[in-house]
Structure formats: C-alpha cells, structure tokens
C-alpha cells in the first residue's frame, strides 16, 4: 500500500531564516506530487505540482520554491521566511491517471509558524 | 477548471442526514464533479465523485442535478466524526489536467 510521509510535523521559525519541508511517498512510481498552504480558517491554496524529477510547476508567485530530486521526494524551500508564509503545508500525490478519475493522497501536514 | 460555490457553514444533528450542496453552473460536458472532506488538523482525504448519475459508496451518495449545474452529497446518517469542512470540486475529463483547485468548502458542525 502507499503511504505519504512529511516532516517535521510542527515547525516554529524567526522572520528572515530559510525554510526546508520534505515529502515522500512510498508504495508508487512516479506520481504526481503536489504542495498546499492553507492559512488558518481559509481553503486550501496550491502552491506547486510536480508530474516527474526536475519537473515543477508553481501556481502562485512568491518566495517559496520546490524541487523534485528524486521520483518520489518532493521539498518545498524558501530562502528568506516572511510572517505571511505562517499556515498547514499539505503534501499530496496523484497516480497522474486521467482527471476525471485520479484521486489525491495527503500527507499529515506541518504546521508552520513563523515569528 | 470551472468554479464551485458552496455555503460556509451548515449543522446537523448527530444520525440524522445531511444534505451538502454545490452549485457549478459553468460546468461543462467532460467535467467530473468530486468531493473530498477535510477533518480538523489532518489532510483532506477523498469521498466521492461522479459526472452524471448518482453514485453511492461506503462513505457518502452523491446526486447530481439532471443538467449537472449542481450536485448534492448526502452523508445517511451524520456521526460526531463527520464534522468536517467538505469540498466539492469539478476535474477536467478532458485532459490529463494536473490541478486541483479546492474552494474554502463547507464546514459541518454535528450536534450530540
């Protein structure tokens, strides 16, 4: 069976320092993978997808990044962290099957807070 | 992909059911419509999903609207662990379309 794994679970962070969040999925090859943020009581906002290593999409400009090095690992970094950056960090991953039927998978979250 | 809009807010009574609307007035042919229910602190995970008959599962019924501008997902008989935000959601069948977009949702609020 597949599992999606992200940490660190909670994470406490100064304004102005880097910021590195890893996922990984077991059990699959090749998804698509996918990075949320959702800020406290709002929806959730996505902020990149993946569909192979090396291959990222970003759906809102800011000073996040993400990489895919390998096919099932997916970071989400920023250089400097601002206040607004504060929120649940979602990971989540497809088979990449055809929209109609594809099904997304989370992961458990971390909570980011920055001061 | 075509927009949702769902209220903010409802509430039911704990084994009564529950009736979760979602309005997609633009939707078009190859849409699908699915659903995915967030509990409190932990990813959204998947519930239902359908393009133009009704279709039931362990979790939930969806019905969907015979012009499919709106559907309803139906929960038989609400439970404490149903209180959720619930997103309905419309995916492009048309393509292998990368995205999903999830709107702020419905939150529900089950009464003991």
């Known amino acids: 069976s597949q599992t999606i794994h992200q940490w660190p679970a909670t994470l406490v962070q100064p304004v102005g320092s880097p910021l590195s969040l890893e996922c990984t999925v077991e059990g699959t090859s090749n998804p698509n993978l996918y990075w949320y943020r959702q800020a406290a009581g709002r929806g959730l906002q996505l902020l990149f997808y993946?569909?192979?290593?090396?291959?990222i999409s970003s759906e809102v400009p800011q000073n996040l990044s993400a990489s895919r090095p390998q096919d099932r690992q997916f970071i989400l970094s920023s250089k400097k962290l601002l206040l607004s950056d504060s929120g649940f960090y979602l990971c989540?991953?497809?088979?990449?099957?055809?929209?109609?039927?594809?099904?997304?998978?989370f992961g458990p979250g971390t909570r980011l807070t920055v001061l | 992909d075509a927009k949702t809009t769902q209220p903010n807010s409802m509430e039911s009574n704990e084994e009564e059911p529950v009736h979760l609307p979602c309005n997609h007035s633009?939707?078009?042919?190859?849409?699908?419509i699915h659903w995915y229910r967030q509990l409190p602190s932990q990813g959204p995970e998947y519930v239902i999903h359908?393009?133009?008959s009704n279709v039931n599962n362990r979790m939930a019924s969806l019905a969907i609207a015979e012009d499919r501008k709106s559907s309803t997902l139906i929960l038989h008989r609400a439970t404490l662990r149903d209180a959720a935000v619930y997103y309905c959601i419309l995916r492009d069948g048309s393509n292998t379309g990368n995205q999903f977009y999830f709107g702020t949702g419905t939150s529900l609020t089950v009464i003991p």
């Open positions: 989540a991953w497809t088979l990449g099957l055809t929209s109609s039927t594809d099904t997304q998978y």
């Open positions: 633009t939707i078009s042919g190859t849409d699908y």
């Open positions: 359908g393009l133009t």
């Open positions: 993946s569909v192979g290593i090396g291959q």
